[in-house]
């Protein structure tokens, strides 16, 4: 009868109640496995826990995670139960593939909830990550930081310029912006700036505003604040401390290197897995569900990495 119960389950996993809160849901033992068996819900907080957090990985995917010094984290927001607010996952290189090895389903974003999950990761292990991507979240920039004190904590291009061009759009530019082509170029050499090395970044920001049209100063206003720091008041004091310095966004190094430069890997998984699942806030039951074949077909990828097949082009 419990064999019965439990392929029913494992077979129609939906047939359970659905939860209705984070305080209603109880995973039944066999709902903690992956779909071979191994154990899957790392970490657990607790029904009681009112910042309740789950965290599914399993000991050969925190293997991979220990060799890998490469590391991308990224939160998606739409594929998650209703009683959740994000899952966050993080992805890491395995000769020459990024592959995503830690799933969690979080209530909250701030630092302190990033925190409890690398504690978790890291009790009874050690990581040794040299570089973390993320996006310019200050509360992940935060946390990471101080897990790991010794890696570079690295904001993504592709959401740098991203910000850069929202700005242009709050600030009423973007009819400008379309059909100016000076404009235009002006406003790409903002994010461009993160090409030079790092020590120049101050000089290469004032030779683009000693040029740049006045219609652009209030973006330009907004990035120097963000990424760069203003001046001291006092000449010849520097300049105050960014809320992302130079040394988060600058991908000089990083081109030279062959590096990764963005997340995009990591957003292109979030959307195949969003298709996967096939709608927006699931049952917890469904995304367990989508959750235990993914990473079966991550399993698979490893495999071939394994096998020495080659990575897809970046």
Known sequence: MRRNIRRQRQENPNALPIPMTVE???????????????????????????????????ERNLQLLSTSESWFADGTFKVVPTIFFQLWTIHATYEGHVVPLVYCLMLNKDQASYARVLAALQEGRAFYPTRIMIDYEFAAK????????????????????????ERIKQEGLQVLYNEDEEIRTQARMIGAIAFVPVEDTVEAFEALAGIARAELQPVLNYFEDTYVGRPQRAAGHGRQAARFPPIMWNMFNATLQGEFRTNNHVEGWHRRFQIGVGADHPSFWQFLTCLKREHAMNEVTIGQAQAGMAPPAR
């Open 24 to 58: 209603d849901l109880e995973i039944p033992v066999d709902q903690r496995l992956t779909l071979g068996g191994e154990l899957f819900l790392y970490h657990d907080s607790g029904r009681n826990d009112p910042r309740r957090i789950l965290v599914f990985t399993t």
């Open 142 to 165: 935060n946390a990471f930081s101080q897990a790991f004190p010794n890696a570079h904590v690295q904001g993504c291009l592709f959401h740098l310029c991203q910000r850069i061009h």
